[in-house]
């Protein structure tokens, strides 16, 4: 039965940024939901001394939780070697931090839509890089999800594979155990793409997901489709907000991921209008789960 998990979605500014919200007080949130675990993100600030990361790991266990899953950013898109290569040292230090939390999940992204790059050469590198990071993931019991992804928050430009083709086409590049798929649903919106067009494609190689909802804040999807290919501009359309009253299906959603066998983790991303609205979500996920995998419940 999959397990849910819970992303400070609402506070990144605060963790990563100006540092007025301690990572303890986010734990103390957290665990007073009805979840499973915690996902983790590589840049909190208090995650810059290495010696609090198995502290960390100890305070959410007391809580009754575990850490499932590392969330990070790497770039494996720049034409340059050397940069590719500093990534990739990146990565395999974050796949070392969820050795040490206790993950066994670990996101990849392609890297940034450079304008010069064509995308047999965009796929070639990131997959390159994401293959060269697979030994110590296998080494260490670490399975590398990759995103359909929109967009770093400190990257000038948008996800490489965030086009449905490309993404599927750098997941059929990479054939390894230790290598799958962390479907977001609402970030196919931020393509222009269909949600459930996506999932079909790559069901099979779905590992861990983030449960999230995107609401439109004006036009209609078909306003989103004819705007700029697909990138930047979408997001002033779109909003995050509760789960189950946005624009994604979970009904049709969740019947995909249980005729493939998916029992993973389900990292929630919400909570932006406070914590009442992340406990709802939490809520509305229960229901969906315990209907779909009821002979687990």
Same mark, same amino acid.
């Given at each position: 039965?999959?397990?849910?998990?819970?992303?400070?979605?609402?506070?990144?500014? =605060?963790?990563?940024?100006?540092?007025?919200?301690?990572?303890?007080?986010?734990?103390?949130?957290?665990?007073?939901?009805?979840?499973?675990?915690?996902?983790?993100?590589?840049?909190?600030?208090?995650?810059?001394?290495?010696?609090?990361?198995?502290?960390?790991?100890?305070?959410?266990?007391?809580?009754?939780? %575990?850490?499932?899953?590392?969330?990070?950013?790497?770039?494996?898109?720049?034409? =340059?070697?050397?940069?590719?290569?500093?990534?990739?040292?990146?990565?395999?230090?974050?796949?070392?931090?969820?050795?040490?939390?206790?993950?066994?999940?670990?996101?990849?992204?392609?890297?940034?839509?450079?304008?010069?790059?064509?995308?047999?050469?965009?796929?070639?590198?990131?997959?390159?890089?994401?293959?060269?990071?697979?030994?110590?993931?296998?080494?260490?019991?670490?399975?590398?999800?990759?995103?359909?992804?929109?967009?770093?928050?400190?990257? =000038?430009?948008?996800?490489?594979?965030?086009?449905?083709?490309?993404?599927?086409?750098?997941?059929?590049?990479?054939?390894?155990?230790?290598?799958?798929?962390?479907?977001? /649903?609402?970030?196919?919106?931020?393509?222009?793409?269909?949600?459930?067009?996506?999932?079909?494609? %790559?069901?099979?190689? %779905?590992?861990?997901?983030?449960? +999230?909802?995107?609401?439109?804040? +004006?036009?209609?999807?078909?306003?989103?489709?004819?705007?700029?290919?697909?990138?930047?501009?979408?997001?002033?359309?779109? +909003?995050?907000?509760?789960?189950?009253?946005?624009?994604?299906?979970?009904?049709?959603?969740?019947?995909?991921?249980?005729? @493939?066998?998916?029992?993973?983790?389900?990292?929630?991303?919400?909570? @932006?209008?406070?914590?009442?609205?992340?406990?709802?979500? %939490?809520?509305?996920?229960?229901?969906?789960?315990?209907?779909?995998? /009821?002979?687990?419940?």
């Amino acid at each position: 039965m999959p397990k849910l998990a819970v992303f400070p979605k609402a506070f990144m500014h =605060e963790l990563c940024k100006d540092g007025t919200m301690k990572v303890s007080e986010w734990i103390t949130l957290a665990s007073a939901l009805e979840v499973d675990g915690i996902e983790w993100y590589a840049g909190f600030l208090e995650m810059e001394d290495k010696t609090n990361w198995p502290l960390f790991r100890k305070e959410v266990e007391a809580n009754g939780k %575990v850490i499932p899953m590392l969330c990070c950013s790497p770039d494996f898109t720049h034409p =340059e070697a050397s940069f590719r290569a500093k990534e990739i040292e990146k990565q395999l230090s974050w796949i070392r931090m969820t050795d040490i939390l206790g993950g066994k999940y670990c996101r990849v992204l392609s890297g940034q839509r450079r304008p010069e790059l064509t995308i047999d050469e965009g796929v070639q590198l990131a997959a390159e890089s994401i293959k060269a990071c697979l030994p110590l993931a296998e080494e260490l019991g670490i399975t590398l999800i990759l995103e359909n992804h929109y967009k770093d928050d400190f990257w =000038e430009y948008p996800e490489f594979a965030q086009q449905m083709d490309v993404f599927c086409k750098l997941v059929n590049s990479i054939d390894h155990p230790n290598f799958g798929v962390n479907y977001d /649903p609402s970030n196919t919106f931020l393509a222009g793409e269909e949600p459930l067009d996506l999932l079909y494609k %790559v069901s099979d190689r %779905v590992v861990t997901m983030h449960a +999230s909802d995107r609401y439109l804040l +004006s036009g209609t999807i078909e306003d989103l489709k004819n705007e700029e290919g697909g990138s930047v501009g979408y997001a002033k359309r779109l +909003s995050h907000g509760e789960i189950g009253k946005g624009l994604n299906d979970y009904d049709a959603i969740f019947t995909e991921l249980k005729r @493939v066998g998916f029992d993973g983790w389900i990292s929630i991303e919400d909570g @932006v209008d406070g914590m009442d609205q992340l406990e709802r979500s %939490v809520q509305f996920l229960r229901k969906k789960i315990k209907q779909y995998w /009821p002979e687990f419940t």
